[in-house]
Structures are given as structure tokens and as C-alpha cells.
């Protein structure tokens, strides 16, 4: 019998996988934004850190990180897990960093 964590760590790889196939690399970039501290902010966004601890982490305004937040949801790279204090952000997928540097390096716009 499967446990629960088991079930949510198979449905977050669904999720990725998904995704990968919906939102292309480039567009979910283009949505977070190019400062380093964006991806790094989104890349921790996995279901399992809560927003206030993540705006810590990386050292971001709580208030504007929410705000950010909301927009990766509406933008769908991104969803909200759980309720009320306990909610949890978790995105479609993680950014690979080489990535963001790569596309600032080829001077692609965002």
C-alpha cells in the first residue's frame, strides 16, 4: 500500500512532466523573470516550503514575493497546495540556472 507522501511525490512528477510538454522553457523564463533571485525564489517554490520561508531564504520582500507569486499562478507555471497557513507554492517545473545565464548570454529578450 502506498502512503500518502508517495502518492504526492508521484503526482508532483506528473506535474513536472506535464509541464515540460505544456510550457515550453523559455515562455516559463519569460514569466518568472531574469534576476537570479527570481529563479532561485521559484526553483524552491517544490510544495514542500512555504512562502514566507522561501521570501527568507532568498532574502525578498514577503509582500512583493506574494505578489509574484500570484503571478506565476496566474501565468500557470505555478500552484498553490494546501489551505489557508498552510498553503505551499509548487511550480510546473524547476529552471535549470545555465539556462537563464545561457539565454542572458545570447542576449534573448524576456
Same mark, same amino acid.
Given at each position: 500500500m502506498q502512503t500518502d507522501e508517495h502518492t504526492?511525490?508521484? $503526482?508532483?512528477?506528473?506535474?513536472?512532466?506535464v509541464g515540460r510538454a505544456a510550457v515550453p522553457q523559455d515562455a516559463v523564463l519569460a514569466i518568472? #523573470?531574469?534576476?537570479?533571485?527570481?529563479?532561485k525564489a521559484f526553483n524552491l517554490c517544490d510544495g514542500n516550503t512555504s512562502q514566507?520561508?522561501?521570501?527568507?531564504?532568498?532574502? $525578498?520582500d514577503q509582500g512583493?514575493?506574494?505578489r509574484t507569486v500570484k503571478r506565476w499562478?496566474?501565468?500557470?507555471?505555478?500552484?498553490?497546495? #494546501?489551505e489557508n497557513k498552510e498553503t505551499r507554492p509548487l511550480h510546473i517545473y524547476a529552471i535549470p540556472e545555465a539556462s537563464?545565464?545561457?539565454?542572458k548570454r545570447l542576449g534573448v529578450r524576456r
Open positions: 504526492n511525490q508521484l $503526482l508532483q512528477c506528473l506535474l513536472h512532466v518568472v #523573470g531574469p534576476g537570479k533571485k527570481q529563479i514566507n520561508d522561501i521570501a527568507k531564504k532568498v532574502r $525578498l512583493n514575493f506574494s499562478i496566474r501565468n500557470g507555471v505555478m500552484f498553490s497546495i #494546501g537563464a545565464r545561457g539565454k
